[in-house]
């Protein structure tokens, strides 16, 4: 069983930065690929970004290249979204999520990944 927890969203106006956090409970924080998705008001959640395992493997949706860094600290249990040149479009609320596969096929669906936070509200204006 793990448990996420988010924070490090906030009120922000557009080309500033923040970073999200994502603290994860659990002794096997290190065997979990993890992910962050997004879900703004009326829109299905999508993805983000994703983070293997051993940190080997990356990937992003394409409308935050450039823009957004995940990383993870396996020593604490942590895994982060760096957001910079934020724009309005970015506002959702920000998930994090573990998976306890390898591999990163599938990186980008939600429905394979096994645990999910409670979510932290990103609110980009103009």
């Known amino acids: 069983q793990v448990q996420l927890v988010e924070s490090g969203g906030g009120l922000v106006q557009a080309g500033d930065s923040l970073r999200l956090s994502c603290a994860a409970s659990?002794?096997?924080?290190?065997?979990?690929?993890m992910g962050w998705f997004r879900q703004a008001p009326g829109k299905e959640r999508e993805f983000v970004a994703h983070?293997?395992?051993?940190?080997?493997?990356?990937y992003y949706t394409s409308s935050v290249k450039g823009r957004f860094t995940i990383s993870r600290d396996n020593a604490k249990n942590t895994v982060y979204l760096h957001m910079n040149s934020l724009k309005p479009e970015d506002t959702a609320v920000y998930y994090c999520?573990?998976?306890?596969?390898?591999?990163?096929?599938?990186?980008?669906?939600?429905?394979?990944?096994?645990?999910w936070g409670q979510g932290t509200q990103v609110t980009v204006s103009s």
């Open positions: 659990g002794r096997t924080f290190s065997t979990y690929g």
């Open positions: 999520a573990a998976r306890a596969i390898l591999h990163s096929v599938n990186y980008h669906r939600s429905m394979t990944y096994d645990y």
């Open positions: 983070i293997s395992a051993s940190a080997d493997s990356i």
